[in-house]
């Protein structure tokens, strides 16, 4: 026998781990810092790490009441009702609930170009169809209701990404709700938030919940990730904010245990770390604006924890910064030949980093002129 017919599908391209690229180069792990999948480089939260330890005698039972007490942590600190708080396995996992509840087979949902594959894929998943819209790279990547709004055709799900994977722009909430407006009453207007804690930008719950001037509305939900700010990209945990007039969708559609006592551990502590998060915060707005202030490159303004950087043939810097130790991400997967993007590490990995790049766009520019010369 056969799996059904994949051949639409993709498989994901993770960004390059130290071990990989190490044994692959036949170098010692040590020598290599690891900036190409937007991790936090002050690691996990330590009160999170300390809940994991102890955590371990506990593993033989189904995560129950610590699941609704992340569930209820979480609806705590958006003020929402615990219902609309969908906890999942990673972001990823939020977004495949939001699929399985929206998407009738064949329906379409709407996704920026470039972007984060996972929508895509989530929506082939469960059998729906994926439509683009263009981030224009000359227009710096800006997200206006126009962009959206001008390749929108009836779609079920229409996401965006603020700020936005891989380039770092974000989206007013003023055009989010015209967006959500100007779209049919059945299209759920998605906002990924999974670097929201980066940005200087309010969060998308407000639209849910008619807080700060907006009317209250249905038909957005936005998704949050502990992978980034906090830390926990390892024990993968994530949620969705969805609306209360169907947030019961989720009993129907949800792995039973959907975050494991682990990570719901890790996320209840985690949680609590305020500190974490804003030194977190504060070392990747150092690091932006650092990397923007000395590449030697076409540098996008960020407001995440990565920035994207025109390079030329990035396939090609993206092999040079690994021999020199540095690991970044090509964006050629994104649909973004030509960039590289680079994660805010501490101070001396971004140094390190930007020494890298300008070293190889350097030897790259004499080679062009030897070239041109000869
Ligand atoms: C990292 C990321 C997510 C979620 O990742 P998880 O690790 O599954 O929580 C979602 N959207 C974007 C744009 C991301 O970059």
Request: include cysteine.
């Amino acid at each position: 026998m056969q799996p059904r017919d994949l051949s639409d599908h993709v498989a994901y391209e993770a960004g390059r781990g130290i071990e990989e690229v190490a044994r692959e180069l036949g170098r010692d792990p040590s020598e290599f810092i690891k900036l190409a999948s937007n991790e936090n480089p002050h690691g996990p939260s330590p009160a999170a790490a300390d809940a994991i330890r102890e955590a371990a005698g506990s593993v033989s039972s189904y995560p129950k009441s610590t699941h609704t007490d992340l569930t209820d942590a979480v609806a705590d600190r958006w003020a929402v009702d615990p219902a609309q708080v969908w906890l999942a396995n990673g972001g990823d996992g939020a977004i495949d609930y939001l699929s399985r509840a929206i998407l009738e087979p064949g329906e379409d949902v709407l996704v920026p170009s470039p972007g984060f594959a996972y929508y895509g894929m989530s929506a082939r998943f469960h059998h729906g169809g994926v439509r683009e819209y263009v981030l224009d790279r000359e227009a710096d990547f800006a997200q206006t209701p126009e962009t959206v709004l001008s390749a929108y055709d009836g779609e079920r799900i229409v996401y965006l990404t603020s700020p936005h994977n891989p380039s770092g722009s974000t989206i007013e909430l003023a055009a989010v709700e015209r967006i959500a407006d100007e779209t049919d009453e059945d299209t759920l207007v998605v906002v990924d938030e999974a670097y929201g804690e980066f940005a200087d930008v309010d969060s998308a719950v407000a639209l849910l919940e008619g807080r700060d001037g907006f009317d209250a509305r249905d038909d957005v939900a936005v998704l949050r990730t502990f992978s980034k700010a906090y830390g926990l990209a390892g024990v993968r945990l994530g949620y969705a904010i969805v609306p209360a007039e169907w947030a019961d969708a989720y009993a129907r559609v949800n792995t039973p245990f959907a975050a494991s006592e682990i990570a719901c551990r890790a996320g209840l502590a985690a949680i609590d770390d305020d500190e974490h998060v804003e030194r977190t915060v504060a070392t990747a707005r150092s690091s932006r604006a650092y990397m923007r202030e000395h590449l030697d490159a076409r540098v996008w303004p960020s407001e995440g924890n990565f920035v994207l950087a025109a390079v030329g043939d990035a396939t090609t810097v993206a092999e040079e910064l690994q021999q020199r130790g540095v690991i970044v991400r090509d964006c050629s997967s994104f649909g973004l030949p030509g960039c590289i993007r680079i994660t805010c590490g501490t101070e001396a990995e971004t140094e390190r980093a930007v020494e890298a790049v300008n070293a190889v766009l350097a030897g790259r520019s004499t080679e062009r002129e030897e070239v041109t010369d000869a």
